[in-house]
T-cell receptor
Framework: DSGVTQTPKHLITATGQRVTLRCSPR?????VYWYQQSLDQGLQFLIQ???????AKGNILERFSAQQFPDLHSELNLSSLELGDSALYFC??????????????FGPGTRLTVL | LAKTTQPISMDSYEGQEVNITCSHNNIATNDYITWYQQFPSQGPRFIIQGYKTKVTNEVASLFIPADRKSSTLSLPRVSLSDTAVYYCLVGDGGANNLFFGTGTRLTVIP
C-alpha cells in the first residue's frame, strides 16, 4: 500500500459525459501527479500540482482539467468523453516538486471505461 | 525535453542477472534518472534513482556513465516475481514533462 488513495476504482460512463476522479496523496506529500495509461499509448504524464498550484503540464487534452485543493487532495475532471479516453488513470504523490526528482508513490488507479 | 528509449521486451531465466538499458541522449543537467516497476493493473513502484556513476540499494543497481546519455538497471538473480514492466524516467520534476520510457517487459522463465 503506497498510501495514495484513488476513487472510484472503476467508472463506466457514456460518450459525451463528464467524470471526476479523486486522489488523496500520502500524508505530508505536497506534490500530486496525474497519469493516463492506455494499451496503445503507454504511461502518459498529464499534469502536476504542488501545494495547490500547477507546476508541470504534459500531454493533457483541453477537455481535461485538474486542481489541487487546500487539503492537498486532487481531482481530475474529464469532459466530453470519447471512446479513446478509456484507460487507467493513476495519481501519484511526492514530497517535493523539483530537482532532485523525488520518488513518486502511485495510487491503485481508476479504470475508466467509456461506452 | 529528455525522452527515453528502452528495449521493448527481455526474457531471462530465474537466478540470472538482468541488465536493462535506457537511452536518454538529451538529458539535462538537472535531470535525475529513475526506474519504476509495474505489475499488471497496478501503479508503478519506485525501484532506484541516480544522477551519475553507480547507485545500489537492496533490490537493484543503477549504472550511469560519465556522459549520462544512458543508464542501466541491473537486477541480480531475478525470480519469477520480477516479471513486470520496467520504466526509465528522466526529469527534474519541475517544468519539464515527466517522460516515462516505452517500458521494458521483462519475463522471467523458470
Amino acid at each position: 500500500d503506497s498510501g495514495v488513495t484513488q476513487t472510484p476504482k472503476h467508472l463506466i460512463t457514456a460518450t459525451g459525459q463528464r467524470v471526476t476522479l479523486r486522489c488523496s496523496p500520502r500524508s505530508g506529500d505536497l506534490s500530486v501527479y496525474w497519469y493516463q495509461q492506455s494499451l496503445d499509448q503507454g504511461l502518459q504524464f498529464l499534469i502536476q500540482y504542488y501545494n495547490g498550484e500547477e507546476r508541470a503540464k504534459g500531454n493533457i487534452l483541453e477537455r481535461f482539467s485538474a486542481q489541487q485543493f487546500p487539503d492537498l487532495h486532487s481531482e481530475l475532471n474529464l469532459s466530453s468523453l470519447e471512446l479513446g479516453d478509456s484507460a487507467l488513470y493513476f495519481c501519484a504523490s511526492s514530497q517535493r516538486q523539483g530537482a532532485p526528482h523525488n520518488e513518486q508513490f502511485f495510487g491503485p488507479g481508476t479504470r475508466l471505461t467509456v461506452l | 525535453l529528455a525522452k527515453t528509449t528502452q528495449p521493448i521486451s527481455m526474457d531471462s531465466y530465474e537466478g540470472q542477472e538482468v541488465n536493462i538499458t535506457c537511452s536518454h541522449n538529451n538529458i539535462a543537467t538537472n535531470d535525475y534518472i529513475t526506474w519504476y516497476q509495474q505489475f499488471p493493473s497496478q501503479g508503478p513502484r519506485f525501484i532506484i534513482q541516480g544522477y551519475k556513476t553507480k547507485v545500489t540499494n537492496e533490490v537493484a543497481s543503477l549504472f550511469i556513465p560519465a556522459d549520462r546519455k544512458s543508464s542501466t538497471l541491473s537486477l541480480p538473480r531475478v525470480s519469477l516475481s520480477d516479471t513486470a514492466v520496467y520504466y526509465c524516467l528522466v526529469g527534474d520534476g519541475g517544468a519539464n514533462n515527466l517522460f516515462f520510457g516505452t517500458g521494458t517487459r521483462l519475463t522471467v522463465i523458470p
